[in-house]
């Protein structure tokens, strides 16, 4: 059974500070990765989907790269802000069935 | 505008009763997903639906019940036998099993 882990579980960072969430997965037989964003009692909002066939995807000051062998997926935030405070969660799809599994989340915090 | 709908935002339930949780798409996505999200945790699959008037067991699906008899809607039903309903629950979307998912706004439920 797939098991998705994002440690730290809390980061807190000062603006303007480039930073590095991190997913790791048991299975490497992944179909898909996905990063979202989810800002307190809200949903999910997608921010990055990685193919398992792809190594990276960026969006503006987001960048996402999947290690399947390694089982390892990084989200580095660019330069970030206090707008940038939220959840982040990873999840992994897998090829047999519609299951995601996802991670508990690092809950990120900027400072002005 | 398109996307995913969710009603109520907030619910609260007396023991012994049943609710139901709306949830409706307009993407024209075949698949539809339902999760729990409990604090500190990540989400958990409820239930899920590809095609109009089918769906699956995944894997907290003890006390919950679902009906998809048209593919914008797929309300979940929260009964009775759910002995610790209260959680943050959400609906997602796509355009078949394995590709990007797009979430609701969420419903959290309270019992009382």
């Known amino acids: 059974k797939q098991e998705v882990t994002q440690i730290p579980a809390a980061l807190s960072v000062p603006e303007g500070e480039n930073l590095v969430l991190n997913c790791s997965f048991t299975?490497?037989?992944?179909?898909?990765l996905q990063w979202f964003r989810q800002d307190p009692g809200k949903g999910l909002t997608s921010l990055l989907l990685i193919q398992s066939s792809q190594r990276e995807q960026t969006s503006g000051r987001l960048n996402a790269s999947l290690d399947k062998s390694s089982g390892r997926s990084t989200l580095y935030i660019a330069a970030s802000q206090p707008g940038d405070s939220a959840t982040y969660l990873c999840?992994?799809?897998?090829?047999?069935?519609?299951?995601?599994?996802f991670g508990a989340g690092t809950r990120l915090t900027v400072k002005p | 505008d398109g996307g995913i709908t969710q009603s109520p935002k907030y619910l609260f339930r007396k023991e012994g009763q049943n609710v139901t949780l709306s949830c409706e798409q307009n993407?024209?996505?075949?698949?539809m997903y339902w999760y729990r999200q409990d604090p500190g945790q990540g989400l958990r699959l409820i239930y899920y639906s590809q095609i109009v008037n089918d769906f699956q067991k995944g894997d907290i699906a003890e006390g919950y019940s679902v009906s998809r008899e048209k593919k914008e809607s797929f309300p979940l039903t929260v009964t009775s036998a759910q002995k610790n309903p209260t959680a943050f629950y959400l609906c997602?979307?796509?355009?078949?099993?394995?590709?990007?998912?797009?979430f609701g706004p969420g419903t959290r439920l309270t019992v009382l």
């Open positions: 997602a979307s796509s355009m078949e099993g394995y590709n990007e998912q797009f």
């Open positions: 299975d490497s037989a992944i179909y898909n």
């Open positions: 999840a992994v799809g897998a090829y047999n069935n519609n299951d995601m599994r």
């Open positions: 993407l024209n996505h075949d698949a």
